[in-house]
């Protein structure tokens, strides 16, 4: 596709239920980012793939926290059991490997997740 | 980890040149300041980066110090469209030879009419 794209857009859902976000990045990007971003903070960081590499989780704030990357393509973040300080917005950005935009992050338009 | 630390709030006038500074004063010689921006409820969005080298492009231009320790972020003239959250980030390469994003909590630029 043209561009990052994340789905679903928005979610709501109730505290104890697990969620799955989803995000497809930028056709022959190899690396993926997931940030969260709580309201009116900076972005932080959840984890990160890099081509076949095992996933960077340092990030991740919690065991409930899990995230995959099929086919070195399509990513799915899960969150289990959720909670109310999990509502925020889930943002996923990949870079790719030739020239200028390998140093650059392209951002999707994130999922806001709000947990009730 | 590297971090950055930045003014919470600036306002500039439309027209004016907007100068948006950042510390990274534990920043190491291998790690890179990138700068992006976030307009209201959108994805953040990449400007400009750099190593010790100023650098300028079509959107901005990048002032590092001599020592590292500090940059700042120039718009040479603002437009009401650049009123955004404004990060100043490090780039930090890991072992496995990627590289991790760390961002501060931003300055929000206001562009006054």
């Known amino acids: 596709g043209a561009g990052v794209s994340q789905s679903p857009s928005n979610k709501v859902t109730e505290k104890g239920k697990d969620v799955e976000l989803r995000c497809d990045p930028i056709s022959g990007h190899t690396a993926l980012y997931w940030y969260r971003q709580s309201l009116g903070q900076g972005l932080e960081f959840l984890i990160y793939?890099?081509?076949?590499?095992?996933?960077?989780k340092s990030g991740l704030p919690s065991d409930r926290f899990s995230a995959e990357r099929t086919g070195g393509s399509v990513s799915t973040l899960t969150i289990q059991r959720t909670q109310q300080e999990d509502s925020a917005v889930y943002l996923c950005?990949?870079?790719?490997?030739?020239?200028?935009?390998?140093?650059?992050?392209?951002f999707g338009p994130g999922t806001r997740l709000t947990v009730l | 980890d590297a971090k950055t630390t930045q003014p919470t709030s600036m306002d500039c006038a439309e027209g004016r040149a907007a100068n948006l500074p950042c510390n990274h004063s534990t920043i190491s010689g291998n790690e890179y300041v990138y700068w992006y921006r976030q307009i209201h409820s959108q994805g953040p969005q990449y400007i400009i980066h750099?190593?010790?080298n100023n650098e300028t492009n079509e959107m901005a231009s990048l002032i590092i110090t001599e020592d590292r320790k500090s940059s700042t972020l120039i718009l040479p003239h603002a437009t009401l469209r650049d009123t955004a959250v404004y990060y100043c980030?490090?780039?930090?390469?890991?072992?496995?030879?990627?590289?991790?994003?760390?961002f501060g909590t931003g300055t929000r630029l206001k562009v006054l009419a």
């Open positions: 750099g190593l010790k």
């Open positions: 793939f890099q081509g076949n590499s095992a996933p960077d």
């Open positions: 980030i490090v780039r930090i390469p890991t072992t496995s030879g990627t590289y991790k994003y760390i």
């Open positions: 950005a990949s870079s790719g490997l030739a020239g200028v935009s390998y140093n650059e992050q392209f």
